[in-house]
């Protein structure tokens, strides 16, 4: 296996204190939501937020190549990334992630076939894959549905 990027960032006072990439370009306030007994600061993000971040660009590079590998058009894609955390059966914190993808100049049927492809690609998806449901809504300008 040959590494083809590595990043690092640190954490400091966790979810209330700050995080910073090792080149100081990541360098963010973060803060405990409200919803989980923290004072949620202004102008402060959450790990959840983040993880939505890099969730959606990563996806969204994934359905890029995948459209691309098939010479399809779909247009400049959108996608949105919602992410829940609660308390599963056990007691311990999960995530739930709700993955928006829009292909605009696709069928709805193509739309559907690549981002599928896409989320067999993507790091993220594989990453969390049978640890973390995903739902994943496909939208073109043609209709919409979702997928499991």
């Known amino acids: 296996m040959s590494i083809m990027h590595s990043a690092q ?12 990439s090792d080149n100081k370009v990541l360098n963010l306030e973060l ?7 923290g004072r949620n600061r202004e102008g402060a993000t959450n790990p959840e937020q983040l993880f939505a971040a890099g969730y959606a660009a990563c996806f969204g ?11 399809a058009n779909v247009g400049e894609i959108v996608i949105n990334a919602e992410v829940d955390l609660f308390m599963d059966a056990q007691q311990l914190p999960t995530l739930v992630v709700r993955l928006y993808a829009h292909l605009p100049g696709a069928t709805q049927e193509q739309a559907e076939d690549i981002v599928a492809k896409a989320h067999q690609a993507c790091p993220y998806s594989r990453a969390i894959r049978g640890n973390a449901e995903v739902t994943i809504t496909v939208t073109s300008d043609a209709g919409a549905s979702s997928q499991d």
């Open 9 to 20: 960032a640190k954490s400091i006072g966790g979810r209330d204190g700050r995080i910073e």
């Open 31 to 37: 803060t405990m939501p409200r919803t989980l007994g």
């Open 61 to 71: 590079n994934a359905v890029i190549h995948t459209a691309r590998q098939a010479k």
